[in-house]
T-cell receptor, first 117, second 116 residues
Framework: AQKITQTQPGMFVQEKEAVTLDCTYD???????LFWYKQPSSGEMIFLIY??????QNATEGRYSLNFQKARKSANLVISASQLGDSAMYFC??????????????FGKGTHLIIQP | DTEVTQTPKHLVMGMTNKKSLKCEQH?????MYWYKQKAKKPPELMFV???????INESVPSRFSPECPNSSLLNLHLHALQPEDSALYLC???????????????FGPGTRLTVL
């Protein structure tokens, strides 16, 4: 079963608008971390924001915020005031805390975001 | 220094060649990773090193051989690859393991590998 689900393969958004990228996850581990990464066409994975399963508040990093709804197992990324440079592939990822401490990230399939002028 | 470097950026090799990918970080991170990413797909974990010891091998074929000479360096030795191994190979490092704060992984720019 898929652990990370991103239901939007592609999105077109007008510049300066806010955009929400959806992510739902599945885990029985009470301790986990959720991450969002941006991957431009150059290929580098850029870390954007982190949300821990025990965090009481939604994470924010500049124009990025994470809408964390634990009961629904969703961790949507919100980008405020989108810019042309935000055009990229966006991946939601999870890391479970109790897998013996030796694991990597599980990624969703990604959302290709295109910002239009 | 807050970056992960990878060399080479591009590599073209034949199926009988032996080559190596190199990754380096100077952030004092205890864990390093190799991922493989095919076009239009998410990265897939290949290897995890924690404190210079291999802790996961995700059923990767033996034609891929990782090596961690020290806490800052990670190599991926390639031998007798197949055309389907052509992909972007990403290296990453993290301070901590698990899902807590400081477990975020920082990625290098990747090596684009083409196997002819």
């Amino acid at each position: 079963a898929q652990k990370i689900t991103q239901t939007q393969p592609g999105m077109f958004v007008q510049e300066k608008e806010a955009v929400t990228l959806d992510c739902t996850y599945d885990t029985s581990d009470p301790s986990y971390g959720l991450f969002w990464y941006k991957q431009p066409s150059s290929g580098e994975m850029i870390f954007l924001i982190y949300q821990g399963s025990y965090d009481q508040q939604n994470a924010t990093e500049g124009r990025y915020s994470l809408n964390f709804q634990k009961a629904r197992k969703s961790a949507n990324l919100v980008i405020s005031a989108s810019q042309l440079g935000d055009s990229a592939m966006y991946f939601c990822a999870m890391r479970e805390g109790n897998r013996g401490g030796a694991d990597g990230l599980t990624f969703g399939k990604g959302t290709h975001l295109i910002i239009q002028p | 220094d807050t970056e992960v470097t990878q060399t080479p950026k591009h590599l073209v090799m034949g199926m009988t060649n032996k080559k190596s990918l190199k990754c380096e970080q100077h952030m004092g991170h205890r864990a390093m990773y190799w991922y493989k990413q095919k076009a239009k797909k998410p990265p897939e974990l290949m290897f995890v090193y924690s404190y210079e010891k291999l802790s996961i091998n995700e059923s990767v074929p033996s034609r891929f051989s990782p090596e961690c000479p020290n806490s800052s360096l990670l190599n991926l030795h390639l031998h007798a690859l197949q055309p389907e191994d052509s992909a972007l190979y990403l290296c990453a490092s993290s301070q901590d393991m698990g899902g807590g704060r400081n477990s975020e992984q920082f990625f290098g720019p990747g090596t684009r590998l083409t196997v002819l």
